[in-house]
Every structure is written in structure tokens, then in C-alpha cells.
């Protein structure tokens, strides 16, 4: 008897890229619709990070600033480090309020160039469990659009957002609705914990 291994395609189960990008952009995503967005499956979130930097510092460039809220998750500047990406901090948490310094986290984003990468946390930042409120979100989407930043979207929490008391789909309409927003078209290389 000769045993036989299966392997999955290259980019990972389909059903499962389906489901991850109707849970991350929506049922109704357009952009599903259309054809746009493009997503693989990873070992772990510090792998997918790593296949993200990766295809950054390939396809769009090693020139590319990668910006990080302060704080962040501790793999995030080495990640990008590694792929050769400077990676730059922006504002985010107060110590004194236990809350967003949102002043400080738009002050800091005006200052990026386009072509940029802006990593945000999906939901449950990480590591301070504070995210932006939903008019919040409206105006980084806003800012984000008029500066052409890339967007970057970190969603290794998503899972404990379906434990939270107001579900899931509140929680989703900070990336879901991004696009409808009118951030315009995705960029080249869109995925689900990678590039919208």
C-alpha cells in the first residue's frame, strides 16, 4: 500500500478565502462581486504578516513606509523591518485617558505620503483593546482616500469580536464599509489581512 498525501492549492482552502472575505468585507462586498480581491491562507497571523510585508517590499517597492499605531502588536515592526520596509509610528493610545488620542493619531497620518502603507487594527487593537468609534473610522477612511495611503488592515482579533455583546457585524462595518466610503478602487495586491 502506498500512501497518498493530499495537499491544498497553493493559496489555501477556497471555501475557507470565501468565507474569510465575506466575514471581513461582507455579504454584499462589491468587491467580492467584482472579482477584486484577491486572499490566501497562511500558518498563523505572524505568517501572514510576513507573506503581506513580503509582497509590499516585492511588488509595490522596499521605498514604501509601512506606519504603526504606538502601540502595537511587537512582531509588526520586525515583520516589515525584515522585508526591508521602514516602518514609522503614528499616535494612537493615551496613557492618561486609557483612551484614542485620536488628535494625535490624525495629526501624525497627515504627515504621510501617498503610496504609504497605514496599518489598522480590524477590531480589539492590539495590544490596547481600544478602537476607533464608527464616525472615527469615517474620518481615517476620509484622511486615508485624500493622502492615496494604502490601507493595511491587522484582523487577528476578528475572532474575539464574535464573543462581544454587540456581534459581529457592527464590529465588521470598520473594514466592510470602508470601500463604501469611497476610498476608490483597491490597489493592486488587495487581500483579507493584507491590502483593501
Given at each position: 500500500?502506498?500512501?497518498?498525501?493530499?495537499?491544498?492549492?497553493?493559496?489555501?482552502?477556497?471555501?475557507?478565502?470565501?468565507?474569510?472575505?465575506?466575514?471581513?468585507?461582507?455579504?454584499?462586498?462589491?468587491?467580492?462581486?467584482?472579482?477584486?480581491?484577491?486572499?490566501?491562507?497562511?500558518?498563523?497571523?505572524?505568517?501572514?504578516?510576513?507573506?503581506?510585508?513580503?509582497?509590499?517590499?516585492?511588488?509595490?517597492?522596499?521605498?514604501?513606509?509601512?506606519?504603526?499605531?504606538?502601540?502595537?502588536?511587537?512582531?509588526?515592526?520586525?515583520?516589515?523591518?525584515?522585508?526591508?520596509?521602514?516602518?514609522?509610528?503614528?499616535?494612537?493610545?493615551?496613557?492618561?485617558?486609557?483612551?484614542?488620542?485620536?488628535?494625535?493619531?490624525?495629526?501624525?497620518?497627515?504627515?504621510?505620503?501617498?503610496?504609504?502603507?497605514?496599518?489598522?487594527?480590524?477590531?480589539?487593537?492590539?495590544?490596547?483593546?481600544?478602537?476607533?468609534?464608527?464616525?472615527?473610522?469615517?474620518?481615517i477612511a476620509a484622511l486615508v482616500k485624500a493622502k492615496g495611503v494604502i490601507p493595511f488592515f491587522d484582523c487577528v482579533r476578528l475572532r474575539r469580536i464574535l464573543d462581544l455583546a454587540n456581534g459581529l457585524s457592527q464590529n465588521s462595518t470598520a473594514i466592510?464599509?470602508?470601500?463604501?466610503?469611497?476610498?476608490?478602487?483597491?490597489?493592486?495586491?488587495?487581500?483579507?489581512?493584507?491590502?483593501?
Amino acid at each position: 500500500m502506498v500512501p497518498t498525501v493530499e495537499y491544498l492549492p497553493i493559496d489555501g482552502l477556497p471555501e475557507f478565502r470565501a468565507e474569510t472575505t465575506k466575514l471581513i468585507l461582507g455579504e454584499d462586498s462589491k468587491a467580492i462581486a467584482e472579482g477584486r480581491v484577491a486572499c490566501c491562507q497562511s500558518l498563523s497571523g505572524t505568517g501572514a504578516l510576513r507573506l503581506a510585508a513580503e509582497f509590499i517590499a516585492v511588488n509595490l517597492g522596499k521605498d514604501r513606509r509601512v506606519f504603526v499605531s504606538d502601540p502595537t502588536w511587537g512582531n509588526h515592526h520586525a515583520i516589515f523591518a525584515k522585508a526591508g520596509l521602514e516602518v514609522v509610528k503614528y499616535s494612537y493610545f493615551c496613557a492618561k485617558t486609557k483612551g484614542l488620542d485620536f488628535s494625535g493619531m490624525m495629526a501624525d497620518l497627515d504627515k504621510v505620503s501617498a503610496g504609504d502603507i497605514v496599518l489598522l487594527h480590524g477590531c480589539a487593537h492590539n495590544p490596547t483593546g481600544v478602537d476607533p468609534t464608527m464616525e472615527q473610522w469615517h474620518k481615517i477612511a476620509a484622511l486615508v482616500k485624500a493622502k492615496g495611503v494604502i490601507p493595511f488592515f491587522d484582523c487577528v482579533r476578528l475572532r474575539r469580536i464574535l464573543d462581544l455583546a454587540n456581534g459581529l457585524s457592527q464590529n465588521s462595518t470598520a473594514i466592510a464599509g470602508l470601500p463604501r466610503i469611497r476610498l476608490g478602487r483597491p490597489r493592486r495586491g488587495c487581500g483579507v489581512r493584507a491590502l483593501l
